[in-house]
């Protein structure tokens, strides 16, 4: 089997026309035409039906559509690895990160990466969920690290980091701040600070549903990392990690009765050939001890065996 002949195939399943597939392959319609024979005789069986305007794929066709595909992808895959590798750079590495996950969780990690590819070159995008599992789809993100996927994908694979509880970040002068915990009451006209389409946003703006509260004032912000500007504004309180760090003039203080966490997970795509940065870096977050949401850093060759 040939690589010209899964070109011509590929080609042909998706104009269905010979004509129009060999201008798309720079070939003679009686070339493309001896190609998808020989390959029907190499496979052993009928890949088209030829009916003049209604040339389609048979049910074998049809069958050894995808792997033909896979064979010619990872074919061009190798042949691009090759001349990267030759040329003595690496291909970029393309991370997708939700906009609540803070990227000192993940530094030790990455400074990891550096020391193992020094010619690695990182791409990092924020984003919603809906953009996180977009990038994923075409490819244009290989990794992700986000709390759950909203939209279901039966390609995307995950594995479990850890588990982030959360609070709400005030002012140690706020009228809240003497309680060893907020009750659902004392927010009734809060104003609060949540970042849009977030489960944990939804996970209080639910409680409030049901408690009858209507008077709360909502403010979306776009990052984590601006809620402590913003809550030192007064202008109100914010959701934020129980476990990450803040200045002495802030506290975290948890609603009794809205407990409040998400669950942060690495994705890839089941089938794709990922780079040896990719694995690596995979490795790294999957080798981490995460028991208390924290990066502990382990040894280079722990995470890459």
């Not at 190609?35 to 890949?47: K, N, P, V």
């Not at 706020?174 to 489960?199: F, M, Q, T």
């Not at 409040?260 to 694995?279: D, E, I, L, N, P």
Request: net charge negative; proline share 4%; hydrophobic share 40%.
């Amino acid at each position: 089997m040939e690589l010209h002949q899964i070109r011509y195939f590929l080609a042909l399943s998706k104009r269905l026309n010979f004509t129009k597939a060999a201008e798309d392959c720079n070939v003679s319609q009686p070339a493309l035409s001896r190609a998808i024979a020989q390959l029907e005789a190499e496979l052993g069986g009928h890949l088209f039906r030829r009916e003049r305007k209604l040339t389609h794929l048979t049910e074998f066709g049809r069958a050894i559509l995808t792997p033909l595909r896979e064979c010619y992808e990872a074919n061009l895959n190798a042949k691009e690895l090759a001349r990267r590798f030759h040329a003595g750079g690496h291909a970029p590495l393309s991370i997708a990160l939700s906009r609540s996950i803070d990227l000192a969780l993940l530094t030790p990690m990455l400074a990891e990466l550096g020391e193992a590819f020094p010619n690695i070159e990182i791409k990092m995008f924020r984003g919603t969920a809906e953009e996180i599992t977009d990038r994923l789809k075409k490819g244009e993100s290989e990794i992700a690290v986000s709390e759950p996927l909203s939209e279901f994908w039966d390609r995307i694979e995950s594995k479990q980091l850890f588990e982030q509880e959360f609070g709400l970040l005030i002012t140690r002068n706020h009228r809240l701040a003497k309680k060893n915990e907020i009750e659902i009451i004392d927010l009734s006209d809060a104003h609060l600070l949540g970042l849009p389409n977030s489960v944990l946003t939804e996970t209080l703006q639910q409680r409030f549903r049901e408690m009858g509260i209507t008077s709360a004032i909502w403010h979306e912000v776009s990052l984590l990392d601006d809620i402590p500007g913003l809550v030192r504004a007064n202008l109100g309180l914010g959701i934020w990690p129980s476990d990450r760090k803040y200045d002495g003039d802030l506290l975290v203080s948890h609603i009794r009765e809205c407990p409040m966490s998400r669950c942060v997970q690495v994705y890839t795509v089941f089938g794709r050939q990922h780079s040896a940065a990719a694995k690596t870096f995979i490795n790294l977050l999957r080798a981490n001890d995460w028991s208390d949401g924290s990066p502990y850093r382990r040894t280079g060759e722990e995470a890459m065996s």
